[in-house]
Each structure stands twice: as C-alpha cells, then as structure tokens.
Nanobody, 128 residues
Framework: QVQLVESGGGLVQAGDSLRLSCAAS????????MGWFRQAPGKEREFVAA????????NYADSVKGRFTISKDNAKNTVYLQMNSLKPEDTAVYYC?????????????????????WGQGTQVTVSS
C-alpha cells in the first residue's frame, strides 16, 4: 500500500522560508517521478515542481522558479520542497505526488493527471 505523507507546512511571514517533506512508503522510491502541486482556496490545483526519477532533472512553475527547490533523499524515501522568499500568493495546500517511471533519466511530469499517488496535503499560509 503506497502512502505519501506531507509535513512541514505552517504560518509564516512574507520573505520567510519553509521546507516541506513528503515521506513515501510502500514503494521503491528511486523508481518514481515526484512532483509538488498546490491548491489555493477557490482555485484549481496547480503544478509547482517536479523531479525525475534519477533526481538529475528538475522543473518548476514560473511563479516559483528561483525561489523553490525540489530534491529527494532515496535513503529516507523522502522528497523535499525548499521554499524561500515566500509570498502571500504562495498560500495554499501543498501536495506531493508520485508516478512509477524508469525510462528516460530526465523525464519529468507537470500534469497532475499523470500521477498515480497523492498525499493528503499540508497547509502553507504566508502573511503579508
């Protein structure tokens, strides 16, 4: 049974940093493309960042490029999202997602429809 559990969310001020974690169980973590998405109240879920199964390729939404960094630790079965210079518009529930893939080493996924597994989300609130 695959489980993804996010943690690390909270209430911070604009300009602060947070690091989100997503701990995976029930899967061979190194075989998965990983992604982070977010959903603000009244808005659709949107892509934030993705990481290839090798960890060698990343991709970011334009809105977070240069401020957020996705990474993973295969030994800990955990993917991270380091968020710096947070803005009020980053306020949302953040979700991690996983999809099994062992093909092209640089392959990443931006579409939420392609991911098989999702966590329950962690709330991030950024005050101005």
């Amino acid at each position: 049974q695959v489980q993804l559990v996010e943690s690390g969310g909270g209430l911070v001020q604009a300009g602060d940093s947070l690091r989100l974690s997503c701990a995976a169980s029930g899967l061979t973590f190194s075989n998965y493309v990983m992604g982070w998405f977010r959903q603000a109240p009244g808005k659709e879920r949107e892509f934030v960042a993705a990481l290839s199964w090798t960890g060698g390729n990343t991709n970011y939404a334009d809105s977070v490029k240069g401020r957020f960094t996705i990474s993973k630790d295969n030994a800990k079965n955990t993917v991270y999202l380091q968020m710096n210079s947070l803005k009020p518009e980053d306020t949302a529930v953040y979700y991690c997602a996983a999809k099994y893939y062992r093909g092209t080493s640089t392959y990443i996924i931006r579409s939420s429809r392609e991911y098989n597994y999702w966590g329950q989300g962690t709330q991030v609130t950024v005050s101005s």
